[in-house]
């Protein structure tokens, strides 16, 4: 602990230190989210003071009509049932960015067999021999993702190629929300309720592998860059930012990076696993970015540790209940 640190503690005073008793909760039968959660605030300790602190941020930022929202999440959530969670969370938000990988999962589940139950400890060089590849206890066959993607891919990519040659990211993956009937799609429903989608890293997964492949022997190119001009021009049009981000890695960064030209984030609500001790961005809390400029020193924010795909379900139940 350094000096400065210490120094503030010295001064600081008991009674300033000791205002709120930690409560007691019992649950209710037939208790609602919204009710369980502001309990869970009042117990204290530990995510569960943070989770009622985020349904508050949250609540004030979906509640808020001029708040500019954005929606940020990495793929491996989108091979679970958290998909349909966060294609009904779309029409909430105003722009979603997210990895490569959203795209592969949310089409080859649209378009293929299916994702099964499987388990994180399984034979591994056994499920590699039969053509079932394992995304933690998500199983998913070779049928249900790359061949489905490459074979329903390349006719739409010939059709998009016959009409121009040139295409940003987001038009072409809004192109591709317009082949998706799935109601549990997130491009469907980003293509319903008009909602962009921004993929930073378009190229890495089966996706832009596809976009790579098609492109060899044709005249179609990909600009990213104007996509980036998309994305400024909705911070910059914004009169306060938003965000609930989920993982790390590109999606949240790319969400923190563009809203420090806007002075930092209003509202900030990010669920994480990772630990800040390594100093990676995964891992990095709310708090951090506030050093940087991407958070405001008196924004509405909290950071929750926890596995999303228990975390997110709980907390949009609770903060729905008050829109």
């Known amino acids: 602990m350094n000096g400065a640190v210490l120094a503030g503690l010295i001064d600081l005073k008991k009674s300033d230190l000791l205002r709120r008793k930690v409560e007691d909760y019992a649950i209710a039968k037939g208790e609602k989210a919204s009710s369980l959660v502001e309990k869970m605030g009042g117990?204290?300790?530990?995510?569960?003071?943070?989770?009622?602190?985020a349904a508050d941020a949250l609540g004030g930022m979906l509640g808020?009509?001029?708040c500019t929202r954005i929606l940020s999440f990495p793929a491996d959530?989108?091979?679970?049932?958290?998909?349909?969670?966060?294609?009904?969370?779309?029409?909430?938000?105003?722009?979603?960015?997210?990895?490569?990988?959203?795209?592969?999962?949310?089409?080859?589940?649209?378009?293929?067999?299916?994702?099964?139950?499987?388990?994180?400890?399984?034979?591994?060089?056994?499920?590699?021999?039969?053509?079932?590849n394992r995304l933690g206890n998500v199983l998913v066959p070779n049928e249900s993702y790359g061949e489905v993607l490459e074979n329903k891919m390349q006719?739409?990519?010939r059709d998009l190629a016959a009409q121009k040659a040139d295409w940003g990211g987001r038009e072409l993956?809004?192109?591709?929300?317009?082949?998706?009937?799935?109601?549990?799609?997130?491009?469907?429903?980003?293509?319903?309720h008009n909602v962009p989608v921004y993929v930073p890293g378009i190229t890495d997964g089966a996706f832009g592998t596809n976009l790579?492949?098609?492109?060899?022997?044709?005249?179609?190119?990909?600009?990213?860059?104007?996509?980036?001009?998309?994305?400024?021009?909705?911070?910059?049009?914004?009169?306060?930012?938003?965000?609930?981000?989920?993982?790390?890695?590109?999606?949240?960064?790319?969400?923190i990076w563009w809203s420090q030209f806007k002075g930092g984030l209003d509202y900030a609500v990010y669920i994480t696993t990772a630990t800040q001790y390594d100093g990676s961005l995964s891992g990095a809390r709310l708090e951090e970015a506030i050093s940087w400029g991407k958070v405001k020193e008196r924004a509405?924010?909290?950071?929750?540790?926890?596995?999303?795909?228990?975390?997110?379900?709980?907390?949009?139940?609770a903060v729905y209940e008050n829109l």
């Open 43 to 53: 117990a204290g300790g530990f995510t569960a003071k943070n989770l009622a602190l």
């Open 64 to 66: 808020d009509g001029e």
């Open 77 to 132: 959530v989108v091979s679970t049932g958290l998909r349909g969670v966060l294609a009904q969370a779309v029409k909430h938000f105003d722009c979603i960015i997210t990895t490569c990988g959203t795209l592969d999962h949310d089409l080859a589940r649209a378009w293929g067999k299916g994702y099964f139950h499987g388990a994180f400890d399984m034979d591994d060089r056994s499920l590699h021999q039969i053509g079932v």
């Open 155 to 157: 006719p739409i990519l």
């Open 173 to 192: 993956i809004a192109e591709f929300g317009k082949k998706v009937s799935d109601e549990n799609s997130i491009l469907h429903q980003a293509c319903k």
């Open 212 to 255: 790579m492949m098609f492109a060899q022997d044709k005249k179609f190119s990909l600009n990213l860059l104007r996509d980036e001009k998309e994305l400024s021009d909705i911070i910059y049009d914004s009169k306060r930012l938003g965000a609930l981000m989920m993982g790390g890695g590109i999606s949240k960064h790319h969400v």
């Open 300 to 317: 509405r924010m909290a950071t929750v540790d926890g596995d999303v795909t228990v975390i997110l379900p709980l907390l949009l139940a």
